[in-house]
């Protein structure tokens, strides 16, 4: 099986644009979640999106968004970049979601704002 | 609200060594723990999911336990090589749908 994918792996973007990441879960995966990795704050929880469905939203302000379609792919954007949006996004799916369910994590896109 | 530590921040040793990276958490009422590698500027590998009810996991010369009562984990790795060397994170569930990390051990293995 394919594991996880995301594109772009890397992003250069100007404050104050907006910016698409997109992430293909596992074949048969239906939850997707998200999160941002910075030197300073370490790995924090962005979404988590089940079935087309957030289920679950970490403390982010409302710039940061995303969506997952029918066939559970998942796209995160962000609006009004800001330096501090610089990181390694990194997205993980898993069959059926929750905390404690076995997570794969893709590559992930870092994302650097100038 | 769950929050997770592990120490030491950074491990150097010699190649051949067994050694052990330490996990807390403080909300206890979890049924399980994932360790996971990650190599610099990469993803996260899954490397072991401890189960609340198995205490112990093993896959090849890791080893990982977890005890829920004292809100601790290990992970052994024995012989180590320069291979292993990584960044190690644990993770716990912080409540429905996600995980939370701690900052890592990043490991260094010498030749």
């Known amino acids: 099986k394919a594991g996880v994918t995301q594109t772009p792996r890397y992003l250069i973007k100007t404050r104050g644009q907006q910016v698409t990441l997109s992430c293909s879960p596992i074949?048969?995966?239906?939850?997707v979640s998200w999160y941002q990795q910075t030197p300073g704050q370490g790995l924090q929880f962005l979404f988590e999106y089940f079935s087309e469905t957030q289920r679950n939203k970490g403390n982010f302000p409302g710039r940061f968004s995303g969506r997952q379609f029918s066939n559970s792919r998942s796209e995160m954007n962000v609006s009004t970049l800001e330096l501090g949006d610089s990181a390694l996004y990194l997205c993980?799916?898993?069959?059926?979601?929750?905390?404690?369910?076995?997570?794969?994590f893709g590559p992930g896109t870092r994302l650097t704002v100038t | 609200k769950q929050e997770v530590t592990q120490i030491p921040a950074a491990l150097s040793v010699p190649e051949g060594e067994n050694l052990v990276l330490n996990c807390s958490f403080t909300?206890?009422?979890?049924?399980?723990l994932q360790w996971f590698r990650q190599d610099p500027g990469k993803g996260l590998t899954s490397l072991l999911l401890i189960q609340s009810s198995q205490r112990e996991q093993t896959s090849g010369r890791l080893n990982a336990s977890l005890d829920k009562s004292s809100g601790r984990s290990t992970l052994y790795i024995a012989a180590s090589q320069p291979g292993d060397s990584a960044t190690y994170l644990c993770?716990?569930?912080?409540?429905?749908?996600?995980?939370?990390f701690g900052q890592g051990t990043r490991l260094t293995i010498n030749p």
């Open positions: 909300d206890s009422a979890i049924y399980n």
């Open positions: 993980a799916s898993s069959l059926e979601g929750g905390g404690g369910a076995q997570q794969y």
């Open positions: 074949s048969g995966h239906r939850s």
């Open positions: 993770a716990a569930p912080g409540g429905a749908q996600k995980l939370v």
